[in-house]
């Protein structure tokens, strides 16, 4: 908050270098966007911690306009054998155009896995289960004899 309360006096200092000025301008242009016009450095600097905090950075995010896709859906069809997000993003856009592109779906639905799915956590010791896990296709026999 000092760094703010510097730069903005440097805004409202009558000689500063133009440097200073851009420089200030660039980080304090939000606060001088929602306060009131013509705020002085002495108006500023009487303004509480918080109040500046809360103009500075407000609460809440901004809704996005375009509706969520149904991650349990995509979440079920990642389940089934040879299915990648990829394709279910081709999928998805075929359908939705106008939605959102590959990198923000995949981050969305990261975030929701990140919710939806918790993780428990198992302590083994060391040589007391053997675990074994396959993927892909099962495994087959093949009989040498054939």
Not at 117 to 133: C, T
Request: a positive charge; aromatic letters at 12%; hydrophobic letters at 35%.
């Amino acid at each position: 908050m000092q760094a703010f309360l510097y730069k903005s006096r440097l805004l409202h200092n009558p000689s500063p270098s133009s440097f200073c000025i851009l420089i200030a301008i660039y980080y304090v242009h939000s606060i001088v966007k929602s306060a009131k016009p013509r705020t002085t450095y002495k108006e500023i600097c009487e303004i509480d911690e918080d109040t500046l905090f809360e103009l500075l950075f407000p609460k809440g995010e901004k809704p996005s306009s375009k509706p969520l896709p149904d991650f349990l859906c995509l979440h079920r069809e990642m389940k089934k054998k040879w299915v990648t997000l990829q394709l279910l993003y081709e999928e998805y856009k075929r359908d939705n155009p106008d939605r959102y592109e590959r990198t923000q779906l995949y981050c969305l639905y990261r975030d929701w896995i990140k919710k939806a799915d918790p993780v428990m956590r198992i302590n083994h010791k060391a040589g007391e289960k053997m675990l074994v896990a396959f993927s892909g296709d099962k495994p087959h026999y093949q009989d040498p004899a054939n």
